[in-house]
């Protein structure tokens, strides 16, 4: 049997769920692309398992900071 393909609409919500790498694909077409320093941080927090609003919070951390 065929393994079906992941849907592109959350089943509960029936929402368009955004992946990284959706996003990723999307900013490559409107010409832009992660800062080395950028693709670390988030490097850091997908091993640190952080949630969405965590890693938010991160970014702007290291925002500041520069």
């Known amino acids: 049997m065929k393994n079906s393909p992941k849907p592109d609409r959350s089943s509960k919500t029936g ?3 955004l992946t990284s790498g959706r996003g990723a694909k999307i900013s490559a077409v409107e ?3 992660l800062s080395s320093r950028m693709g670390h941080i988030l490097e850091q927090s997908l091993q ?3 949630s969405g609003d965590e890693r938010r919070k991160l970014i702007k951390e290291q925002a500041q900071k520069k």
Do not use: F
Request: proline share 0%; glycine share 22%.
């Open 15 to 17: 929402q368009y769920v």
């Open 31 to 33: 010409g832009m692309k």
């Open 48 to 50: 640190r398992g952080l």
